[in-house]
């Protein structure tokens, strides 16, 4: 449930939101069976009997939550707006398990989550943006692999800061050029294999981005990232484990180019998101409006009490979505 008020004027708009937002979700996983396949080669063909399956009883995990936020939005008209968020989420993660022999894993966390955004307007057509969001993600229970397995560790407390200009080619084709930064907890195994946290993985890069349409029936989106992501804390400091994390390459470029011609829509686009997944824990893609708002491509607090629930828009997903208008 969200509640709006706005006054002012055309020059001065004012908006105030609050929003109230509950979450309930439920997953089966697990239930995996391993197959011992044999000794085999890479350069001759290998043709094997179909095994017989037998999976096993899945686990299950139960999401709940519920968030109150509070939102104020100011727009001058022709020389910016700022955006002002403040929410609280009281987030549950319960995971049973299958096997009677493993104890109930749960996960807890009230968080105070904050954002502030702003746009100025430069001169005709070119304005600058900047944002700061904390959030919380939903983390994973630790790997099979893992000597402390299916241990839930707590929520993430994520924050990401972003800024850049915004060119308008036309009143419906836009450009962006933004650089942004994103922290989060680094979980991974240790040397004695336990997943725990490792550090913080900071992901820094840069974003190109073209939207619009640029003739008339013609719709335009293409785009760009480049990535640099290194972990820190006491692991790299103790020699542990390297300042790069698993997944994600540096200087990773993802082009991304789609378009759509009286209603066909065409398009191919190279995403980090699947790369970068990895143990991160990863678990919802923010919506359009959320990926918009934080991109620099609108500034709307609503949108941000509306859409940003308890996960922080990760620039290593968002830019490449939004971009791709999935």
């Not at 299916?150 to 929520?155: G, I, L, Q, R, Y």
């Not at 036309?170 to 933004?178: A, D, E």
Request: proline share 6%; aromatic share 6%.
């Amino acid at each position: 449930m969200r509640l709006t008020h706005s006054w002012g004027g055309t020059s001065v708009r004012h908006r105030i939101v609050a929003g109230v937002r509950a979450r309930s979700q439920k997953r089966l996983f697990g239930g995996q069976q391993s197959i011992a396949l044999g000794a085999s080669v890479a350069d001759a063909p290998d043709d094997r009997a179909a095994p017989v399956l037998a999976f096993g009883p899945d686990d299950r995990s139960h999401v709940r939550q519920y968030t109150f936020g509070l939102g104020y939005n100011l727009d001058v008209n022709g020389k910016g707006s700022l955006g002002l968020a403040i929410q609280k989420s009281d987030y549950r993660k319960e995971t049973r398990f299958a096997d009677p022999l493993l104890l109930p894993a749960e996960s807890h966390d009230k968080p105070v989550l904050f954002s502030v955004n702003a746009t100025v307007a430069l001169f005709s057509g070119l304005s600058a943006y900047g944002g700061y969001v904390r959030g919380l993600e939903e983390s994973a229970v630790a790997p099979d692999i893992a000597s402390n397995r299916n241990e839930a560790p707590p929520a993430l407390r994520t924050s990401q800061m972003d800024g850049g200009l915004r060119y308008a080619i036309s009143p419906r084709l836009s450009m962006i050029v933004g650089l942004f930064e994103v922290k989060k907890p680094y979980f991974n195994v240790d040397a004695t294999n336990r997943f725990r946290e490792l550090g913080t993985v900071t992901n820094r890069g840069i974003e190109f981005s073209l939207a619009g349409t640029a003739l008339p029936g013609l719709t335009v989106i293409a785009g760009a990232l480049l990535l640099d992501p290194k972990v820190s804390g006491e692991a790299v400091t103790a020699g542990i484990i390297g300042p790069r994390p698993a997944g994600p390459s540096v200087g990773v470029v993802s082009p991304i180019l789609t378009g759509s011609l009286s209603g066909r829509k065409h398009g191919h686009s190279t995403s980090p998101t699947k790369a970068i997944r990895g143990r991160q824990g990863i678990a919802s893609i923010p919506s359009r409006r959320q990926r918009a708002t934080l991109s620099g491509l609108a500034q709307d607090t609503g949108s941000i009490l509306e859409e940003q629930n308890c996960f922080c828009a990760d620039k290593l997903r968002t830019c490449s979505m939004i971009i791709a208008g999935e």
